[in-house]
């Protein structure tokens, strides 16, 4: 077995080095031209499902998007993790835009939604299942399991939009003017196409008062 598993990830330096061949095959300086510089616009915070590649989605190259990734792309303000994420790409990156993307089908809302024990992973997905109470009515209401499943992916995007603008980090670069626009987007695996929810947001004015910081 552990001879099959040597094997196994040889092949992966393999295609490692034909996909550095390949790239410079089609522009010689590509890899020169990446390490001199890390200037994406976009900071995007998804799942770590491997059906969903943020740069493949959105057919960017390495190095025009800053990406990161956790349990059914979930923000939460003791995450210190992804505050350190959101805080260099705002300060250091001075990402334009920064984009929430869940998608459906996602294994983590199925869980949270079906509510069956998975070990410590449950502790995770308790934040999802806040988003499930708060809209259960809504989502009970919904035809099928499916259809209900959709709808929390949907929701819980939304809700960790208002996670991303109710942090410090986002209010401080919008109360310094910068150009800053959180977005909230969601992914099918079936057609591989994204859709933009009904969230987008520019500067604290579109806040709740309880969440806005006071000057």
Same mark, same amino acid.
């Given at each position: @077995? ?7 990830l040889?092949?992966?330096?393999? %295609? *490692? ?5 390949? @790239?410079?095959?089609? !522009? ?5 031209? #990446?390490?001199k ?10 799942c ?6 943020? *740069? ?8 025009? +998007?800053?990406?990161? %990734? ?8 003791? !995450?210190?993790? $992804? #505050? ?21 089908? $996602? ?5 949270a939604?079906?509510? %069956?024990?998975?070990? #410590?992973?449950? *502790?995770? #997905?308790?934040?999802?299942? /806040?988003?499930? %109470? ?5 989502i ?5 399991e499916?259809?209900?499943? /959709? ?5 819980? +995007?939304?809700?960790? +939009?208002?996670?991303v $603008? ?7 670069a919008?109360?310094? *003017? ?5 977005h ?18 520019? !500067? ?8 806005a910081?006071?000057?």
């Amino acid at each position: @077995m552990a001879v099959q598993q040597r094997r196994h990830l040889k092949s992966l330096f393999k %295609r *490692n080095k034909d996909w550095a061949q390949g @790239m410079v095959e089609k !522009d010689p300086d590509f890899f020169l031209d #990446l390490s001199k510089q890390q200037t994406p616009e976009y900071l995007w915070i998804g799942c770590a499902d491997s059906r969903v590649p943020a *740069n493949q989605v959105v057919d960017l190259k390495p190095g025009q +998007v800053f990406v990161h %990734r956790n349990i059914a792309n979930v923000v939460v303000h003791t !995450d210190l993790n $992804c #505050l350190s994420v959101i805080q260099y790409a705002i300060n250091v990156l001075q990402v334009r835009h920064i984009i929430v993307c869940g998608h459906y089908g $996602c294994g983590g809302v199925r869980a949270a939604f079906e509510g %069956r024990e998975h070990g #410590l992973i449950d *502790n995770w #997905l308790r934040h999802i299942k /806040d988003v499930y %109470r708060w809209h259960k009515d809504e989502i009970d209401a919904q035809p099928t399991e499916e259809s209900k499943i /959709d709808l929390l992916c949907e929701k819980n +995007v939304i809700e960790q +939009v208002a996670n991303v $603008c109710h942090s410090t980090i986002v209010q401080h670069a919008w109360r310094a *003017n910068q150009d800053l626009t959180v977005h909230g987007w969601i992914y099918s695996i079936e057609n591989g196409l994204l859709k933009a929810l009904d969230v987008e947001v520019t !500067d604290t004015d579109q806040l709740s008062a309880t969440h806005a910081l006071k000057d």
